[in-house]
């Protein structure tokens, strides 16, 4: 049985990023299996905070192999998530279901399991299951409202975990 489904939402205003997941954790389409799961953390010495989604082994494992690469490249977030995504590409064997978000001060960045960096150009980015939601959520915050970055991405989510039945309203928030 896989375990999936998930928002992270990320949202980089007046030099603060704030990144934000929900805890649910869903056994295959019909069963909530946790509803407080932690799918946001803060790594490499409380410098760069990362939140990940996708299949639950997949996720952990990215995100395992994305903090190795920032400990090999003494922290440089995007040197890390570019030699990541090349020594992925070579593997042609296994590519993971997941997703993560990943920033420190200077940089926001999505990485996948497939081998793709990507900067969101706006600075505001949403991966997984309610990820569509939390990002029209926080784009029309961030154009509309003075909200602060984690007041903005925590109102997404609660969007998001209205409307997404894989994403609950069980939050946990990072700054860096």
Not at 141 to 167: H, P, Q, R, Y
Request: with cysteine; aromatic share 6%; hydrophobic share 45%.
């Amino acid at each position: 049985m896989e375990f999936r489904g998930t928002t992270i939402c990320a949202v980089k205003r007046d030099g603060v990023t704030a990144i934000g997941g929900d805890g649910q954790v869903t056994m295959g389409e019909s069963v909530i299996f946790k509803g407080n799961a932690v799918k946001v953390k803060r790594i490499y010495d409380d410098k760069v905070v990362v939140g990940f989604a996708g299949s639950v082994s997949d996720a952990f494992a990215l995100s395992e192999k994305f903090e190795a690469m920032l400990q090999k490249f003494s922290g440089n977030l995007v040197r890390a998530a570019v030699e990541l995504a090349e020594t992925w590409r070579m593997d042609k064997a296994r590519k993971l279901e997941a997703m993560l978000i990943t920033a420190d001060k200077e940089n926001l960045l999505i990485v996948s399991g497939t081998g793709e960096v990507i900067e969101p150009e706006s600075g505001i980015c949403a991966i997984g299951s309610g990820g569509n939601y939390a990002l029209a959520a926080a784009r029309a915050l961030a154009e509309n409202t003075d909200m602060d970055a984690k007041s903005i991405v925590e109102k997404a989510m609660k969007i998001a975990g209205d409307l997404c039945v894989f994403t609950n309203h069980h939050l946990t928030v990072e700054l860096v």
